[in-house]
């Protein structure tokens, strides 16, 4: 227990210390309390070896068990360039639950698998189980140098995983650094959803694992009849951010898939009133509305005094969420976590999209004088 609370000294503690958002924390902490106060069955204990996790039919040659599928997300979470696999196990005869398309309903018995590489050299691999009394399971992996064992990390997590640029270096999160970014909307798991596995992919999407020929899509998925009970709608049109634009399109799917875990109207941080999760209607309304001149609710430490609103149509460098973005400044850096180094492609891409934001006001302007 005190282990546990302990470990709320991480990272996330001292950013949402520093940002002022004690009540996420209180909130956190409270979780814990009542967790811990269970007994915790022996199931509860991830396994002390990658191996014995059950991801792969031969350790020794690292051959993947054939019976997992692999996918990927088509707005994947960006990790200081990190290369991504990822897989799904399923037990065998079970079917995943698509009946509230926003958040799939998992068989007990679900496994997922995350793997980090930099520079071709595996570093971790990420771990979530459905466990029997529904609660998932996390747990970390580190690769050792050689690449021959993968061992269990500390709930704490693991600093100076793997040297990035600029004398920073890679962290395996702790388990409530996961489980910020996990438990913070409507579904624990982020990347395996309608959006992110649908087969009209986004071309313009940052970051994204061009060669799908490995990985399952939504509609694989249901003609395997591994997902049921989806809506006739999801089926009929698959689902895709209807934006005004190819870049617009691009920047709300990069916020989903890097934001939307925390900022959406279900979660702890619901009260900040930024709504970056895409449902699936999927117009973007709710990013657009709560983002384009919208102001921010406190400026942040290091934020600059003219950054008045999150984003101000035609001037990127004048929008607080830009700044948030550019910045690896603890206290103003978005996202707060799992991240060391700022995604310069995503810089560009958001400043694209906030400067064609004011195009588009000034034309709808010379319209209205126009007439
Ligand atoms: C900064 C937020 C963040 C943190 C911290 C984080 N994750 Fe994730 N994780 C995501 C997002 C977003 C996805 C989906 C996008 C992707 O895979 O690129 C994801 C995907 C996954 C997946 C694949 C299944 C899924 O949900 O799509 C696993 C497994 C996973 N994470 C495990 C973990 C574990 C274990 C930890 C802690 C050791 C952790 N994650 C920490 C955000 C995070
Ligand atoms: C792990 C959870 C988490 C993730 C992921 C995350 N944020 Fe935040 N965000 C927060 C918290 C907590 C705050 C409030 C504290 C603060 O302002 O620093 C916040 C505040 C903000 C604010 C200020 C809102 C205002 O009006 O004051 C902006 C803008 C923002 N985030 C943008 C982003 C963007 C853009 C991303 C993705 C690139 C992102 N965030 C990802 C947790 C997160």
């Not at 580190?142 to 920073?168: C, F, H, I, N, T």
């Not at 939504?218 to 809506?231: A, I, M, N, T």
């Not at 430490?301 to 607080?320: F, H, L």
């Amino acid at each position: 227990m005190a282990m546990v609370l302990n470990t709320q000294r991480s990272k996330l503690a001292r950013c949402y210390g520093l940002a002022g958002v004690g009540g996420f924390l209180i909130l956190a902490v409270g979780l814990f309390k009542s967790v811990t106060a269970v007994p915790q069955p022996a199931i509860a204990i991830p396994p002390q070896t990658l191996q014995e996790t059950g991801l792969y039919a031969d350790f020794a040659t690292l051959r993947i068990d054939p019976s997992h599928l692999a996918f990927s997300p088509q707005y994947p979470l960006w990790s200081d360039g990190a290369i991504k696999r990822r897989w799904i196990s399923l037990p065998p005869g079970s079917t995943i639950d698509g009946s509230n398309p926003d958040s799939f309903v998992f068989p007990v018995g679900t496994k997922f698998w995350k793997e980090f590489s930099f520079n071709g050299q595996r570093v971790e691999t990420r771990y979530l189980e459905r466990r029997a009394d529904g609660q998932w399971l996390y747990a970390a992996y580190a690769w050792s140098a050689d690449g021959r064992e993968a061992q269990l990390v500390s709930p704490r997590g693991k600093r100076g995983a793997y040297p990035l640029a600029g004398g920073r270096t890679h962290t395996i999160p702790g388990v409530n650094d996961c489980k910020a970014c996990h438990q913070g909307g409507p579904s624990e798991v982020l990347g395996f959803s309608v959006l992110q596995l649908s087969p009209e992919r986004d071309p313009n999407a940052l970051h994204a694992e061009l060669k799908l020929d490995q990985g399952v899509d939504l509609k694989d998925l249901v003609d395997r009849g591994l997902v049921v009970g989806l809506p006739a709608s999801v089926l009929q049109t698959p689902p895709r951010i209807n934006a005004a634009s190819a870049t617009e399109r691009a920047a709300l799917g990069y916020m989903h898939g890097n934001c939307g875990h925390c900022h959406n109207a279900q979660g702890p941080l619901q009260n900040i009133g930024l709504f970056l999760r895409q449902s699936i209607e999927g117009n973007g309304q709710a990013a657009i509305a709560s983002t384009v001149s919208h102001a921010v609710r406190k400026p942040a430490p290091g934020q600059s005094p003219d950054a008045i609103n999150r984003v101000e149509p035609g001037y990127p460098e004048r929008s607080a969420l830009m700044q948030r973005v550019s910045s690896r400044y603890p206290a103003l850096q978005m996202p707060p976590l799992g991240t060391e180094l700022v995604d310069d492609e995503a810089v560009a891409l958001l400043y694209r999209w906030i400067a064609e934001r004011g195009e588009s006001r000034k034309e709808a302007h010379l319209h209205q004088e126009g007439r």
